[in-house]
């Protein structure tokens, strides 16, 4: 799995898109941003990178990414109230 095909899956899941962004910084999301030949994955809140970890390899950093969403209460309970 990569970035092109992760926002694919996202929806496919019924994930919420406000609740991840992947390539920029969006305050109070989980992010996936590449910097200078790695990913990093954290949770954006007030400027801070929350939980920071990075990855050399894109699919690593992607499943991260996806493991966060579907461990996250509050991002469960948006799915599960959608009816999905």
């Known amino acids: ?27 109070e999301t989980y992010c996936l941003i590449p910097e200078v030949g790695r990913w ?8 801070n990178r929350n939980e920071e970890r990075v990855f050399a390899d894109e699919a690593a950093a992607c499943q991260e990414l996806l493991n966060r969403l579907l461990r996250d209460d509050m991002v469960r309970s948006r799915v599960q109230r959608d009816g999905r």
């Open 1 to 27: 799995m990569n970035t092109s095909e992760l926002p694919a899956l996202l929806r496919s899941m019924g994930v919420p898109a406000d609740a991840y962004s992947i390539g920029s910084d969006s305050n």
């Open 40 to 47: 990093h994955v954290y949770y954006s809140e007030r400027g």
